[in-house]
């Protein structure tokens, strides 16, 4: 066996392996000719302009298809989107929402920035949200549920939907990092009362900033674009009023034409990029399923994996550690499921810092909200013992083989 990088053996690669970013590697003339229609036309705001290109009209449009829904609204981020969603269904001060122990910060940021609380639930081996401990975190203050596929691996939606209607739980989706992962062949982002996108630039499709919200809810639908456009629902298309009682203050969360431009090209790219993204992980699985110590993250439903990582998973903490130093050493930048801690362990989270006067809103109750560091014990057990490996469309056989050569010489050494 060859001596591994780590204790200074020659690596696998000379140059670090990172090719994430799946959008903008498929940067090309489709985006660059919308730009320059909404440039020439010196038309960048959506709704108006002396020669309005829609672009954004045609890009949610364009979702609406691809996704099989009634409605989507292009925002300026994810995190709008899911302050969106929440005020859409009415959340604010005095309410709870259920979050999952292992996300990004934001899914659990845009629930204080809505005004409400978030009480985490734990994960099961999926690193999901575990469909069956919901009931567990819920009380009589609690409005919603945001549910998250991570890393394009799809949640167990249809338990999920079950358990919510049973507590009277809105459902939001917060698939900000996995467009394009499905279960039973329905997307993620469709099951639930109203679906979140991200089109920041480490998501699948991407304009560098930018988000949707998707939902086949009129009512929902029409709160949503009136909180991210001042209260005002400008394109009057049949079934929506602005009678006086469903009229209230909003924000300013439109996504320009120059985003929509980009966006356009990018949803048709969609289908292409998680299709490589799956031939790259399943030659991967294939090449390493044999070695005795790894195990993959569970994934429900394989063909709806969106396919832009791969887990594996150690039995212990320091064997995780030291794959993963080792990996990184051999070239291959990997680390453990954000950084092996559970969100609500984020300090600014844990601590329930908010920028508000008296800690608003974490002072709605009659109890405190306690987090405790044990309160998700699976996602305390999975995370750290966890291999994150971004996934890319773009990664050349070359690179492939260099990942399986390196969990290789790795794997015989340390496990
Ligand atoms: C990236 C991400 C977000 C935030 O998306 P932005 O568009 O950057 O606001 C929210 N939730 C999850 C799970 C994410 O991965």
């Not at 204080?112 to 567990?136: L, S």
């Not at 292409?272 to 031939?279: A, D, S």
């Amino acid at each position: 066996m060859s001596k591994l990088a780590l204790y200074g053996g020659a690596p696998v690669r000379k140059t670090v392996l990172y090719k994430g970013w799946p959008g903008i590697r498929e940067y090309g003339l489709e985006e660059i000719e919308n730009l320059v229609k909404v440039i020439k036309a010196r038309s960048p705001f959506r709704y108006y302009g002396p020669d309005l290109q829609n672009m954004v009209k045609n890009f949610e449009k364009s979702m609406c298809e691809r996704f099989g829904v009634k409605h989507a609204v292009g925002v300026t981020s994810c995190t709008a989107s899911l302050i969106i969603a929440l005020k859409a269904a009415g959340i604010g001060p005095g309410d709870k929402v259920i979050v999952p122990a292992c996300t990004f910060v934001a899914t659990a940021g845009a629930v204080v920035c809505a005004g409400a609380v978030p009480v985490f639930c734990d994960v099961d081996d999926t690193m999901n949200i575990d469909p069956y401990k919901i009931k567990d975190v819920a009380d009589k203050y609690t409005k919603a549920v945001i549910t998250v596929p991570l890393g394009g691996f799809p949640v167990q939606m249809d338990k999920v939907m079950e358990e919510a209607r049973k507590l009277g739980l809105i459902v939001i989706e917060d698939v900000a990092q996995s467009m394009g992962a499905s279960l039973n062949g329905k997307p993620m982002g469709t099951w639930g009362d109203i679906g979140c996108f991200s089109l920041q630039m480490n998501k699948i499709i991407t304009t560098g900033e930018g988000g949707v919200v998707i939902s086949n809810n009129d009512t929902l639908f029409e709160r949503a674009v009136r909180y991210h456009d001042q209260g005002q629902y400008r394109e009057q298309e049949g079934f929506l009023t602005n009678s006086a009682e469903h009229v209230f203050i909003g924000q300013n969360y439109r996504m320009s034409e120059l985003t929509g431009a980009v966006a356009l090209a990018q949803i048709e790219k969609l289908d292409i990029i998680v299709g490589r993204m799956k031939q790259v992980k399943k030659h991967i699985k294939d090449a390493i399923k044999d070695i005795p110590g790894i195990r993959f993250k569970r994934v429900i439903d394989e063909d709806g994996d969106a396919a832009c990582s791969l887990t594996l998973l150690f039995d212990t903490v320091e064997k995780a550690d030291i794959f993963n130093k080792a990996l990184n050493a051999e070239g291959i930048a990997v680390s453990a499921q954000y950084g092996g801690r559970p969100v609500y362990m984020i300090p600014q989270i844990f601590h329930q810092k908010t920028v508000d006067r008296d800690n608003f809103p974490f002072n709605q109750f009659d109890e405190p909200v306690v987090y405790t560091e044990d309160m998700c014990p699976n996602a305390n057990y999975y995370m750290p013992r966890s291999c994150f490996i971004s996934l890319s469309a773009e990664f050349e056989d070359g690179d492939v083989q260099d990942i399986i050569t390196a969990i290789r010489k790795v794997a015989a050494e340390i496990l």
